[in-house]
């Protein structure tokens, strides 16, 4: 199947401070990038659909000025965390999906351990 | 909101048929199911999907029934590695969202 990786896999900053999170997928071009968190022993939750060329959709109640995503090629999709609080802590996975005829096939990356101290 | 149910945990011995069920009865006649699946502190992994046929592949059988209310996800032969927890999805119409339930948390024992 196809890859996305993501970068960093974990990460630990200071409270205040923006954290930056990229998704890449190595071996194809993605129609559509996601962006979802989760919380220990929690489902993932999406926070926001990223197209390539055009603004981030977001879920409701996710703030997009705290969660900034760019999506500057069909291979690559960023998510800032600025301003990162401890409440920021969580696991952060994106996935990438290929749109088909008949279905779509998403993968997801390895995720990112977000701490903040 | 996501629209499917599962059980929140289920047991299997090493060796022995993994049967996963899940409801959905509210799906849309072009709406595919998806299986996934995510080890701990890893992103999910691709099982199989369908949207009306049973379908296998070299991971797992996916049963869905005739009404496609509900289906069942099947491995044949689980081992340990297959502790997981496992997701039934149905895809969003006319989007690429993916919503996660709650999941299926199978813990395969000796």
């Known amino acids: 199947g196809a890859v996305v990786s993501q970068h960093p896999s974990w990460v630990i900053c200071k409270s205040g401070t923006s954290v930056k999170i990229e998704c890449r997928s190595l071996d194809f071009q993605a129609t559509t990038m996601f962006w979802y968190r989760q919380f220990p022993k929690k489902s993932l939750m999406l926070m926001a659909t990223s197209n390539e060329g055009s603004k981030a959709t977001y879920e409701q109640g996710v703030e997009k000025d705290k969660f900034l995503i760019n999506h500057a090629s069909l291979t690559l999709s960023t998510l800032t965390v600025t301003s990162a609080h401890p409440e920021d802590s969580s696991f952060y996975i994106c996935?990438?999906?290929?749109?088909?005829?008949?279905?779509?096939?998403?993968?997801f990356g390895q995720g990112t351990r977000l701490t903040v101290v | 909101d996501a629209k499917t149910t599962q059980p929140p945990s289920m047991d299997c011995a090493e060796g022995r048929a993994a049967n996963l069920p899940c409801n959905h009865s509210?799906?849309?006649?072009?709406?595919?199911v998806y299986w996934y699946r995510q080890i701990h502190s890893q992103g999910p992994q691709y099982i199989i999907h369908g949207l009306k046929n049973n379908e296998t592949n070299e991971m797992a059988s996916l049963i869905i029934t005739e009404d496609r209310k509900s289906s069942t996800l099947i491995l044949p032969h689980a081992t340990l590695r297959d502790t997981a927890v496992y997701y039934c999805?149905?895809?969003?119409?006319?989007?690429?969202?993916?919503?996660f339930g709650t999941g299926t948390r199978l813990q395969v024992f000796p």
């Open positions: 996935s990438a999906s290929i749109r088909r005829p008949m279905n779509t096939e998403a993968f």
């Open positions: 999805i149905v895809r969003v119409v006319d989007t690429d969202k993916l919503i």
């Open positions: 509210t799906i849309s006649g072009n709406e595919y």
